[in-house]
């Protein structure tokens, strides 16, 4: 529900820390982002030990905490200690129960609470306001939420989050208009904000490109070039008129990439793999991994892993290689950035005992 069209809810909301402290029109951004909810009595609102990136603040009613099943605090609606966020370490440190008859909460992604305030109080988010998109366009919280949700973004340090979204660069793009050209170099990181692009690969026997994937808000595209250090494997087209936000080379490879990475040794690969869930998936081409391989890895050349992507089982432990470990960081970034459990060979398989002459 979007609470920044109700003056009572905006004035409500600035009651509670730290939207007391901050301009109206920010306040505006989080109501957008904020819902309002109840509890009957006897619900617990969250559990001891919990991880979950939520934060919530107690509008109306009366909860009490509990540690190890013994009541430890309480909290009443109206009263100082329900202006701020209700026992927002993580893991939780208490259990909350609802006590009233009934309880009024505001919940929001934690996430997204941190980023946003710390780029208003910085003075930097004015970087990631979108002037001149129509009423019923995504605002810079929805594309920022869609990516603080994902699962790459919680093994981001929040520092590098938030120095993510402060060096951000807006660029605007018809429909039609190539983004990326396959061939060029790479050079920038893509975040969607509006609008709908078509990443294609041209073959030699596809001039006009094979479909590989559509983009749309808060999807991203682009790093494989930049892990890589290789030419653009694919196109990025325009299908709409849109709005990216676009990351340079050396910031994403210091705040994104470098930090999302899990990289293995080969006996500890060979641990995993060994395990009834681990697989190794060869990103070389064919011809590369029909000379050597690890036994059982399937093969999913780079340019292939976006249409293959689908099959893959979440539930799996992935152990990504090539020869050198490049191409296989690359794949791996973007499987962890879409959620997989994907780690990186160190050194490529060429550095193990399969590369030796037979």
Same mark, same amino acid.
């Given at each position: 529900?979007?609470? =920044? @069209? !109700?003056?009572?809810?905006?004035?409500?909301?600035?009651?509670?820390?730290?939207?007391?402290?901050?301009?109206?029109?920010?306040?505006?951004?989080?109501?957008?982002?904020?819902?309002?909810?109840?509890?009957?009595?006897?619900?617990?609102?969250?559990?001891?030990?919990?991880?979950?990136?939520?934060?919530?603040?107690?509008? =109306?009613?009366?909860?009490?905490?509990?540690?190890?099943?013994?009541?430890? @605090?309480?909290?009443?609606?109206?009263?100082?200690? =329900?202006?701020?966020?209700?026992?927002?370490?993580?893991?939780?440190?208490?259990?909350?129960?609802?006590?009233?008859?009934?309880?009024?909460?505001?919940?929001?992604?934690?996430?997204?609470?941190?980023?946003?305030?710390?780029?208003?109080?910085?003075?930097?988010?004015?970087?990631?306001?979108? !002037?001149?998109?129509?009423?019923?366009?995504?605002?810079?919280?929805?594309? &920022?939420?869609?990516?603080?949700?994902?699962?790459?973004?919680?093994?981001?340090?929040?520092?590098?989050?938030?120095?993510?979204?402060?060096?951000?660069?807006?660029?605007?793009?018809?429909?039609?208009?190539?983004?990326?050209?396959? @061939?060029?170099?790479?050079?920038?990181?893509?975040?969607?904000?509006?609008?709908?692009?078509?990443?294609?690969?041209?073959?030699?026997?596809?001039?006009?490109?094979?479909?590989?994937?559509?983009?749309?808000?808060?999807?991203? *595209? @682009?790093?494989?070039?930049?892990?890589?250090?290789?030419?653009?494997?694919?196109?990025?087209? &325009?299908?709409?008129?849109?709005?990216?936000?676009?990351?340079?080379?050396?910031?994403?490879?210091?705040?994104?990439?470098?930090?999302?990475?899990?990289?293995?040794?080969?006996?500890?690969?060979?641990?995993?793999?060994?395990?009834?869930?681990?697989?190794?998936?060869?990103?070389?081409?064919? =011809?590369? *991994?029909?000379?050597?391989?690890?036994?059982?890895?399937? !093969?999913?050349?780079?340019?292939?892993?976006?249409?293959?992507?689908?099959?893959?089982?979440?539930?799996?432990?992935?152990?990504?290689?090539?020869?050198?470990?490049?191409?296989?960081?690359?794949?791996?970034?973007?499987?962890?950035?879409?959620?997989?459990?994907?780690?990186?060979?160190?050194?490529?398989?060429?550095?193990?005992?399969?590369?030796?002459?037979?």
């Amino acid at each position: 529900m979007d609470l =920044s @069209g !109700n003056p009572k809810e905006l004035a409500l909301l600035r009651s509670f820390a730290p939207f007391d402290g901050m301009k109206p029109e920010s306040v505006a951004v989080f109501a957008r982002k904020m819902t309002r909810r109840q509890a009957p009595k006897g619900r617990l609102l969250f559990t001891e030990g919990d991880e979950e990136k939520q934060t919530f603040y107690l509008i =109306s009613g009366s909860i009490d905490l509990l540690a190890e099943g013994e009541i430890v @605090g309480s909290v009443r609606s109206g009263t100082p200690k =329900s202006k701020s966020p209700l026992a927002h370490q993580l893991p939780r440190p208490y259990s909350a129960v609802v006590t009233s008859d009934r309880i009024e909460y505001f919940q929001i992604d934690s996430e997204f609470l941190d980023v946003a305030v710390t780029l208003d109080q910085t003075g930097a988010y004015k970087v990631l306001e979108l !002037n001149g998109l129509d009423e019923n366009s995504p605002g810079p919280d929805d594309w &920022m939420t869609a990516l603080l949700q994902t699962k790459a973004f919680h093994k981001i340090p929040p520092a590098n989050i938030q120095a993510v979204f402060m060096r951000l660069q807006r660029i605007d793009h018809r429909a039609g208009e190539v983004v990326i050209k396959q @061939g060029d170099i790479g050079d920038y990181f893509y975040v969607v904000v509006k609008g709908i692009c078509q990443v294609a690969r041209e073959t030699p026997l596809n001039k006009e490109g094979v479909r590989l994937a559509e983009l749309k808000m808060g999807d991203t *595209f @682009g790093e494989e070039a930049l892990i890589s250090d290789v030419k653009r494997n694919a196109t990025v087209t &325009m299908v709409t008129d849109g709005v990216l936000m676009r990351l340079a080379k050396d910031d994403f490879r210091k705040l994104l990439h470098e930090p999302l990475l899990d990289w293995v040794d080969y006996e500890s690969a060979k641990r995993i793999v060994a395990r009834e869930e681990g697989q190794w998936i060869d990103v070389r081409l064919p =011809s590369e *991994f029909e000379h050597y391989r690890a036994e059982g890895a399937i !093969n999913i050349p780079l340019h292939s892993l976006r249409l293959k992507m689908k099959a893959l089982d979440r539930n799996r432990h992935y152990i990504v290689c090539c020869d050198t470990g490049r191409r296989s960081s690359a794949c791996a970034y973007i499987l962890a950035e879409r959620g997989f459990n994907a780690s990186v060979l160190r050194g490529g398989l060429g550095s193990t005992e399969l590369a030796a002459p037979r």
